[in-house]
């Protein structure tokens, strides 16, 4: 090995074991030296953006807001919001606040059209994340898990991040990436089998299109598979979805949540509830139209300020709406939980009525007992399409109706509709999820 590569890797392993005690520590704080490391974060982090990057060096200065004076995180609230629309703006460097030789990770989001939302990280940023999804995630897995991670690999951060985090606990990790023709679902289901795989990482629609690919192929889900876990990415996952996941597979359903732009926000501890990152990230829950900060169990749109090198995020909107909650959990960890409902986008309008799909799913999948469901909307009624005969259609249509009109005062109706093509449209998604059941991509 040469002097320089030599060099490199030593550097890079002892800046790796101050980045593993920091997060240790961080792991060990009681409630309120939590707050004060966040407060300390969060200073810190105005300060470092202030001084390497231009972008919210001005946006700063234009807040004149006495930010490098703060002293309690509530008074942090006053400053300006980040956007996406800010983000594409400065695609692809311009929210880089290090040196670009520092970056060792490059990610976009999918499925985004004209600049994308796109992220970055020093190899510091990177380990110490891969460290933070490590320390949560082996509350669910250890190293005698076999795990198979069926997300995109290409671009989308969540794959890569979980695949090092499953690596630093010892799983046997496979990692399968989308199903293509690299790896079809037939050759999946397979590996799945043979491997006596543990552990499904994959959206929760496509954990249910995957369990109902493997029926059609005539295997017993419970008996020919070792599945008892399914930690759900990339949509929302409701208490019916992950009934439905527990039924097909026998399978207990974990949902994580983050994005490329943030990375990991929050993830299941062995109780189910997902704990938000906070020893990484700030979140605070505000009014969607008119941005004023709500507290903590009120359902609302998430805002993250990242702890980040490269490409730390203030104030950022995500466009997604979550409770927080503070009560204590029985794992007894000191960071807060929350509930995610969806994208604000991933809704439907009805009347003077905005209705999270997450929200509808939950009715539907309970009222119906079906998996796969469609819905369209036709002037003021909802069309809901459940895989189901006609026969058993008729059966549940009472109960569905009735359950949606008290629920959220709306009128529906409900048909049978094709579950080959349902099921086909899940399967090629890159991100399967809830919008998937929106026909003629009415909203
Ligand atoms: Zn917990």
């Not at 995180?73 to 594409?88: G, M, Q, R």
């Not at 985004?112 to 940023?125: A, E, K, L, R, V």
């Not at 790896?183 to 543990?198: G, N």
């Not at 990484?280 to 505000?286: F, P, Q, V």
Request: with cysteine; proline share 2%.
């Amino acid at each position: 090995m040469n002097d320089v590569l030599n060099d490199a890797i030593t550097d890079i392993v002892s800046r790796r074991v101050k980045i593993l005690d920091e997060v240790n520590h961080t792991f060990a704080l009681s409630k309120e030296q939590l707050r004060e490391y966040q407060l300390h974060k969060v200073k810190e982090t105005l300060l470092h953006v202030y001084q390497n990057n231009e972008f919210y060096k001005g946006k700063l200065t234009e807040s004149n807001i006495s930010w490098n004076d703060i002293k309690a995180l509530s008074e942090f609230s006053a400053l300006p919001f980040t956007i996406k629309e800010e983000i594409k703006s400065q695609y692809p460097f311009g929210l880089l606040s290090a040196s670009h030789d520092e970056i060792v990770r490059y990610g976009e989001s999918t499925g985004t059209t004209g600049d994308p939302i796109n992220s970055y990280y020093t190899g510091d940023d990177w380990f110490a994340n891969n460290c933070i999804v490590a320390t949560l995630l082996s509350n669910l897995i250890t190293n005698q898990d076999t795990v198979a991670v069926i997300v995109p690999y290409g671009l989308a951060l969540v794959g890569q991040d979980i695949d090092r985090a499953l690596e630093l606990i010892g799983a046997k990790t496979i990692a399968i990436g989308m199903l293509s023709s690299a790896c079809p679902v037939e050759r999946s289901i397979k590996i799945l089998k043979d491997t006596e795989t543990t552990t499904l990482v994959c959206s929760p629609s496509r954990a249910l299109y995957i369990s109902e690919e493997a029926m059609k192929l005539g295997y017993d889900l419970k008996n020919d598979f070792k599945i008892k876990k399914i930690l759900c990415v990339g949509e929302g996952t409701s208490i019916e979805k992950a009934k439905a996941i527990k039924e097909a597979w026998g399978a207990d359903a974990y949902p994580l949540y983050g994005m490329t732009e943030t990375n990991t926000i929050a993830m299941s501890c062995q109780f189910g509830k997902m704990h938000i990152v906070e020893n990484k990230l700030d979140c605070e829950i505000i009014d969607a139209s008119t941005g004023e900060v709500l507290g903590d169990d009120v359902r609302g749109e998430l805002v993250v300020t990242s702890f980040g090198k490269a490409m730390p995020l203030i104030r950022y909107r995500t466009g997604d709406l979550c409770t927080i909650h503070s009560q204590s959990c029985a794992c007894g960890s000191t960071f807060r939980f929350l509930e995610h409902h969806g994208r604000i986008t991933d809704s439907i309008v009805m009347g003077d009525r905005r209705i999270q799909l997450l929200d509808l799913e939950a009715i539907i999948l309970s009222a119906s007992g079906t998996k796969f469901f469609t819905l369209k909307i036709k002037g003021d009624e909802l069309i809901v399409g459940l895989v189901l005969s006609k026969e058993e259609c008729q059966r549940v249509e009472r109960d569905v109706m009735e359950r949606l009109k008290i629920e959220f005062n709306i009128i529906s109706s409900v048909v049978p509709v094709d579950g080959e093509q349902l099921i086909h449209a899940i399967k090629n998604k890159v991100k399967p999820s809830i919008s998937s059941i929106l026909q003629d991509g009415e909203k």
